[in-house]
C-alpha cells in the first residue's frame, strides 16, 4: 500500500513534534539567557568603557 509511506511519515512527524513541544520550553530558555547575556555584554562594555576610564585612571595614580 501507498498509505504505509504516509503513515510513516505521519509518524515521524509526530514524534518530533512531540519531542519540539517536550524541549520548547528548554529552547526558549536558552534563547532568553543567550540574548540576555549578549545584551548584558554590549551593556557592560559601554558601561565599562565609561566607568572604566575613570577607574582605571584612578587605580594608576593610586598604585604610583
Known amino acids: 500500500g501507498?498509505?504505509?509511506c504516509?503513515?510513516?511519515c505521519a509518524h515521524v512527524f509526530k514524534?518530533?513534534?512531540?519531542?519540539?513541544?517536550?524541549?520548547i520550553f528548554?529552547?526558549?530558555l536558552s534563547i532568553i539567557y543567550l540574548?540576555?547575556?549578549v545584551v548584558n555584554k554590549i551593556f557592560a562594555k559601554r558601561t565599562?568603557?565609561?566607568i572604566g576610564n575613570?577607574?582605571?585612571?584612578?587605580?594608576?595614580t593610586h598604585n604610583f
Open 2 to 4: 501507498g498509505g504505509s
Open 6 to 8: 504516509l503513515g510513516k
Open 15 to 23: 514524534l518530533i513534534f512531540k519531542e519540539i513541544k517536550d524541549n
Open 26 to 28: 528548554i529552547y526558549t
Open 35 to 37: 540574548s540576555v547575556c
Open 48 to 50: 565599562l568603557n565609561k
Open 54 to 60: 575613570y577607574s582605571f585612571v584612578t587605580s594608576e
